[in-house]
């Protein structure tokens, strides 16, 4: 079979119907391009994330391959992990090699993302993110926090104590008790960029419970010089794997809405395994823009 040619494709993942989800940009091509040419890309889209994908093993042609080798980036950084565009990049694949199951070789893990239509023919994928893990936040690290969105902690839930999360990237993750709070978040922009690099955190998590299985969200993506995300995967799958920490009443599965307060209403969900630290199964909608 003949390699198709290099592409580069935009396909905007967890849409809520023919509106919303986040915009990322998917390459595919034979090889990767050198980082440096991978970051220009990136910025040149000038989406939160553009998603690099080559065939795994040398010799392999793009459209018969099942095993790629994949990098993320931001307009101003590579992260480590991306769940909206390994989604995009699920419909990506399945669109040029056939739909089903591939496997990801990231740069700290190795992932599988499903690609697929439905039957009303929508492009739906699914990814199994790397292993999640939690701890509390410092205090030190929620007072910053708090200080960036001029919250304070009769802002906070109770309930979901501030944490540290991860499922493949790092996050802080913040409950607001009200969605009022979430809806008034701001922030500037360069203190939001100077306290995640610092940190770490890829983004930090702003969270209201409207149910035990369904929750608001919001995601500042300073870290990769995006102000807000309107649909964080890496983020939704850290956040599955910190309620199994804490024994929330979850029931197997959760919903996530976000992105409303952009006017770009995405839907996540997430299917969270009983076995402490797994995977979790974060799947949604994808529209091509």
Do not use: K
Not at 164 to 177: F, P, Q, Y
Not at 228 to 244: N, V
């Amino acid at each position: 079979m003949t390699e198709r040619v290099t592409e580069l494709v935009r396909i905007a993942a967890f849409a809520d119907g023919q509106q919303g989800g986040n915009p990322a940009g998917v390459w595919l091509g034979a090889h990767l391009p050198a980082v440096d040419e991978m970051q220009r890309i990136a910025a040149e889209v000038g989406f939160s994330e553009t998603a690099f994908a080559a065939p795994l093993h040398s010799g392999v042609h793009s459209d018969e391959g099942r095993e790629w080798r994949v990098r993320y980036f931001s307009p101003e950084a590579e992260v480590p992990f991306c769940g909206h565009a390994t989604i995009a990049l699920g419909v990506a694949l399945a669109r040029r090699s056939g739909e089903g199951e591939y496997e990801l070789q990231l740069n700290q893990a190795r992932i599988r993302v499903s690609g697929w239509r439905d039957g009303a023919g929508q492009w739906q994928a699914a990814l199994h993110s790397p292993p999640t893990r939690s701890t509390p936040a410092s205090p030190e690290q929620v007072a910053a926090a708090l200080t960036l969105f001029g919250y304070t902690q009769v802002d906070l839930d109770p309930r979901i104590a501030p944490a540290l999360i991860h499922g493949g990237a790092d996050h802080l993750v913040l409950a607001l008790h009200s969605r009022a709070a979430l809806a008034a978040m701001r922030y500037e922009l360069a203190q939001g960029r100077a306290l995640m690099q610092a940190q770490g955190w890829v983004t930090i998590l702003l969270v209201h419970v409207a149910g035990e299985r369904h929750f608001h969200t919001r995601n500042p993506f300073a870290y990769g010089g995006v102000y807000e995300d309107p649909a964080t995967g890496a983020a939704t799958a850290a956040f599955a794997g910190y309620l199994r920490d804490i024994h929330w009443p979850h029931g197997g599965a959760i919903d996530i809405l976000q992105g409303e307060d952009m006017g770009m209403p995405s839907r996540l969900h997430a299917e969270i395994p009983a076995e402490p630290g797994s995977g979790i199964r974060v799947s949604g909608q994808a529209r091509l823009m």
